[in-house]
């Protein structure tokens, strides 16, 4: 399985982006899948998940309200829409096929990046202010 990340680019503070994560294959249906990001000069850090049902979904603090995950499991693509931008939300944003099909679990298990097997080629975003 292959994940292609898409729809980075540079925005101004306030605008949004639309990420998408697109599988090779339809396997990445019955798994959960994660967005991380990596901002310059720091570590790489969860930002959303979402089970392969769609009912289990996990945000990070600083995106809650401003981005939604979502997935299309006919198409074999999950998105992330991201609204309202800020500079901080500037980074390589990844997204990882989780290593099991669970639809449970805490926040700590989803946001755990050792728990994702798969993972994809980043996509820039860059926000001005």
């Known amino acids: 399985v292959q994940l292609q990340a898409s729809g980075g680019g540079l925005v101004q503070a306030g605008d949004s982006l639309r990420l998408s994560c697109t599988a090779s294959s339809r396997t990445v249906d019955n798994y959960g899948v994660g967005w991380f990001r990596q901002a310059p000069g720091k570590g790489r850090e969860f930002v959303s998940s979402i089970s392969w049902n769609g009912n289990r979904i996990y945000y990070t603090d600083s995106v809650k309200g401003r981005f939604t995950i979502s997935r299309d499991n006919a198409v074999h693509t999950v998105s992330l829409q991201m609204n309202n931008l800020v500079p901080e939300d500037t980074a390589v944003y990844y997204c990882?096929?989780?290593?099991?099909?669970?639809?449970?679990?805490?926040?700590?298990?989803?946001?755990?990046?050792?728990?994702?097997?798969?993972w994809g080629r980043g996509t820039q975003v860059t926000v001005s202010s």
């Open positions: 990882a096929v989780h290593r099991t099909s669970y639809i449970t679990g805490s926040y700590a298990y989803w946001s755990e990046e050792n728990n994702y097997a798969i």
